[in-house]
């Protein structure tokens, strides 16, 4: 298809507030979310990009807040994890809903479902549980049926991306985790800057619109709600780097 997509300006980031997706944006997916590559620069970037732009840098990702801040470890940066759950704020403050009372249940579920077939993996987090199936993909419609049908008994929704699908609390996700982020300090009142690149992402691309920013998507062209395109992580850290 042709990409009607042009990559962001150097200048898209002077003034705005930054908000980037991790795995498959800032480093390369792996095999288990466990595999992941955290190279030295990732980490030396994100501080630089946070004191350019006054603290207007926050990670927004699917991976759990204490987890991310581990591979990260870049002092004072929010975080919001789990699509939007729970956040942690730059000065060290956290939130986060009830735990569902039916998650320990879809928990075992999953992990038995699992058990029974090589390659898939359970992550679970704080108020989720995800089922990874890119070492089996002959799993995906079995691995979907499951979570779809835990869905309504947990009281969670149900959230698809690359090669996984997930139970989450209901009502949230990252255009609702850009949102919150977006209306407090030192966010609020700068022109909001997503980089992402999965379908799980679209919700975050349309908020930023929204409040007068736009979305910057990572990958091969596809339909987005996204306004600009970066080839891949590696482009994406090049275009970071030249704004520093």
């Known amino acids: 298809m042709n990409d ?4 962001p ?3 898209l980031i002077d003034g705005a507030s930054l908000y980037l997706d991790f795995d498959g944006t800032l480093v390369e997916i792996a ?3 466990d595999a992941v590559v955290v190279e030295a620069r990732v980490p030396a970037l994100l501080s630089a990009l946070s004191v350019r732009l006054d603290g207007r840098l926050a990670l927004i990702s699917g991976r759990a807040i204490d987890g991310l801040a581990a591979l990260v470890q870049v ?7 789990s699509h939007g759950v729970e956040t942690l704020w730059g000065d060290g403050r956290r939130d986060g809903p009830a735990r569902s009372a039916g998650l320990d249940v879809a928990v075992d579920a999953v992990r038995a479902f699992a058990a029974a ?5 359970v992550e679970e987090k704080p108020f989720g549980v995800a089922l990874h199936y890119r070492g089996d993909p002959a799993a995906a419609d079995d691995a979907h049926a499951l979570v779809m049908a835990l869905a309504g008994d947990a009281g969670l929704d ?3 991306g690359k090669m996984v699908v997930e139970l989450r609390p209901a009502g949230v996700h990252k255009g609702h985790a850009l949102r919150r982020l977006h209306a407090e300090a030192p966010f609020a009142g700068h022109r909001p800057l997503f980089v992402g690149d999965d379908d799980t992402d679209e919700a975050a691309f ?8 736009c979305g910057i998507l990572v990958g091969p062209p596809r339909a987005t709600a996204a306004r600009y395109r ?10 970071l780097g030249d704004m520093r």
């Open 4 to 7: 009607p997509l042009p990559p």
């Open 9 to 11: 300006p150097i200048d």
């Open 31 to 33: 095999e288990t979310p």
């Open 75 to 81: 002092p004072g940066l929010a975080i919001s994890g």
């Open 117 to 121: 077939r090589d390659g898939v993996l």
């Open 158 to 160: 149900v959230q698809t």
């Open 206 to 213: 349309v908020a930023a619109a929204g409040l007068g920013g």
């Open 230 to 239: 970066l080839d891949d992580v590696t482009a994406v850290r090049r275009w």
